[in-house]
């Protein structure tokens, strides 16, 4: 149980277009999930958390009208990377937390991430 | 301000030899804590958790945690390492109340395994 997909798993797009990321909680709701960026050989990064049916909150510095979140559904959020530029290359990981979890079971399950190259 | 250490970056050791990987937490009182496993082309696997109750804590893979609040650790074992253990390990703690806990992590500690 508790599986966590995203599509793609590789993107490759030309500078200056948008690309949307998805990610699915396939056998359980989520009410709150989490966008995550990993640089090569690093720590993961948060860069949102969303909560359905309203707006993400972006951690500092993240610009949130680059990085487009939707938490339309317990179990659909994506990431739009919006006029994309090399630097915005990175692997791009989201997680999810269960409706209902109890007090001690705050998990977060993740997906198996995107790896976007912006040419 | 909340933290999670991993003093060691990256460890070597040998397959069938003993393994403790080292997490270090700064916070007030006792956080949630997590050890993920993340390998090559895989998501993050979670390993372990800690939340409350008996602070030796048991796995999957054969791993455990043991909770020292006070050492401010949740240090990661295994008896006895496998080839397939090669991963990258990661520390993860929740120090917030209410719903949007975050997960604050560790650097992470790569392991390699020799033959």
């Known amino acids: 149980g508790a599986v966590v997909s995203q599509h793609p798993s590789r993107v490759i797009c030309k500078s200056g277009t948008s690309v949307k990321i998805e990610c699915r909680s396939l056998d359980f709701q989520a009410t709150t999930m989490f966008w995550y960026r990993q640089f090569p050989k690093q720590s993961l990064m948060l860069m949102a958390t969303?909560?359905?049916?309203?707006?993400?909150?972006?951690e500092q510095g993240v610009e949130k009208d680059k990085f487009l979140i939707n938490h339309a559904s317990l179990t659909l959020s994506t990431l739009t990377v919006t006029s994309a530029h090399p630097e915005d290359s990175s692997f791009y990981i989201c997680?999810?937390?269960?409706?209902?979890?109890?007090?001690?079971?705050?998990?977060?399950?993740f997906g198996p991430g995107t790896r976007l190259t912006v040419t | 301000a909340q933290s999670v250490t991993q003093p060691d970056i990256h460890i070597t050791v040998s397959e069938g030899a003993s393994l403790e990987l080292r997490c270090n937490y700064s916070y007030g009182a006792t956080p949630y804590l997590f050890w993920y496993v993340q390998s090559p082309g895989q998501g993050l696997q979670l390993l372990l958790k800690y939340f409350s109750g008996d602070t030796l804590v048991q796995g999957i893979k054969g791993f455990e945690a043991e909770f020292k609040r006070s050492q401010s650790s949740f240090n990661l074992r295994k008896p006895s390492v496998h080839w397939s253990d090669a991963a990258e390990y990661f520390c993860a703690g929740t120090f917030n109340a209410g719903n949007n806990r975050k997960l604050i992590w560790g650097l992470g500690t790569s392991l390699a395994v020799n033959p």
């Open positions: 969303s909560n359905e049916g309203s707006k993400a909150t972006y």
């Open positions: 997680s999810a937390r269960q409706v209902g979890a109890l007090a001690g079971g705050y998990e977060q399950y």
